[in-house]
């Protein structure tokens, strides 16, 4: 399998587009839905299906106070084959809208995950990783008779196992973390506050609202700006309003009116933010290729100009063709860096420095600086 492990694609950009038709949610059942959608369409998928928590009762506090769990009808199954063949039928109309380099996140508790996971393999999507969300504010575990549920788990799948160039923008979300690879175990609080939607008696709308963080490091590190996501289990609409706000293009499904209408409004008030805090993360070693040529041809460098390192220990001289000299010797800036240094190799773009009147310039400074007038001309 081939990843892509870059922040930006190798093609060009897309732009942000604000069409109303780019945030939409569509009202009805999930599977009928997605079959009116074209296929291989979808670039990310984030699923957050009922979990079948199978309460048989209410649930009550030590001092016999009510518990505000889900008691929905939509999270009520007659068997766990009843179940079994609700997921397997989602999770098929998923695969087919994804497009071939797709990929899809399901979230769910012990309830049901390992079921769904299963299913997954089954119907030949290819498992990436399983997430741990850690909850750092869980609800109690009111009975004493079970560990505290702290967690909820989240699979990360491919379309299948021969899926290539899916995104994983690895570069970017590692620096946001300090450049420290970034973990499968993740926490943030569950959603409260004024994140929380309320309805009109001020109780929660929703059972299972997730925590926009929670979706913002899903969406930036699965997918890029422009990209199509779809939520099938819409909800209160935390995926459309974090895929709106990161320049993304969102569809949602949602078989209740009153949570639908809750998140198109919630959406509408979202604005995007600034093309610049959104844009592809490029890496030097996806960026264009540039020649130490190309910079004496744009006249950044100047034939006959000297090069030194950082400390003026060295000193090279800058050819018209493109090569430097050292003394008699003749080579790339990589072959003469090194060869200064006694070195078997070097990286010269980091190496060497370009003398100017306001002091030592590093000459990687000048190849981004030729990098950015590339794009601009693209443009």
């Known amino acids: 399998m081939v990843m892509s492990r870059r922040g930006a694609p190798s093609r060009a950009p897309r732009g942000v587009s604000e069409s109303t038709q780019q945030h939409r949610i569509l009202i009805g059942d999930c599977v009928a839905e997605m079959a009116k959608l074209p296929a291989s369409s979808v670039d990310l998928v984030f699923a957050d299906p009922p979990y079948n928590l199978q309460l048989a009762s209410d649930l009550k506090r030590p001092d016999d106070s009510h518990v505000d769990a889900v008691t929905d009808d939509w999270d009520k199954f007659d068997s766990f084959a009843s179940y079994d063949a609700f997921t397997k039928g989602w999770l098929n109309a998923c695969r087919r809208v994804l497009k071939p ?30 997430v741990i969300w850690r909850k750092t504010n869980p609800m109690p575990n009111f009975r004493g008779r079970r560990f505290t549920n702290a967690h909820e788990t989240m699979i990360w799948a491919s379309r299948d196992a021969n899926s290539k160039g899916y995104t994983f923008n690895y570069e970017a979300i590692k620096a946001g973390n300090e450049d420290v690879q970034v973990r499968s175990d993740w926490t943030f609080p569950l959603c409260t506050g004024d994140e929380r939607l309320k309805g009109s008696d001020g109780k929660k709308l929703h059972p299972t609202q997730k925590p926009e963080a929670l979706l913002a490091r899903v969406i930036l590190s699965a997918s890029r700006p422009d990209d199509l996501v779809l939520d099938p289990f819409n909800g209160t609409g935390t995926t459309g309003a974090v895929a709106k706000r990161l320049g993304r293009r969102f569809i949602g499904i949602e078989r209740e009116a009153k949570y639908a209408k809750a998140a198109e409004k919630r959406i509408a008030n979202v604005r995007c933010v600034p093309s610049p805090s959104i844009a592809p993360f490029v890496t030097v070693r996806d960026a264009p290729r540039v020649a130490f040529s190309a910079l004496i041809e744009r006249g950044l460098v100047s034939p006959g100009a000297l090069l ?11 050819r018209a063709d493109g090569a430097v000299s050292l003394g008699d ?7 003469i860096g090194a060869l200064a240094q006694g070195l078997d190799a070097c990286n010269g773009w980091t190496f060497w420095h370009l003398q100017t009147p306001k002091g030592l310039k590093l000459i990687d400074e000048l190849r981004a600086q030729f990098r950015s007038e590339m794009a601009e001309s693209a443009e």
Not at 329 to 335: D, L, N, Y
């Open 329 to 335: 010797t003749v080579g790339s800036i990589h072959r």
């Open 101 to 130: 380099a797709g990929t899809i996140w399901v979230i769910g508790s012990y309830h049901n995950i390992f079921r769904v996971g299963a299913m997954m393999q089954d119907l030949g999507f290819w498992i990436l990783n399983d």
């Open 308 to 318: 030194v390192d950082a400390k003026k220990r060295h000193k090279a001289t800058v």
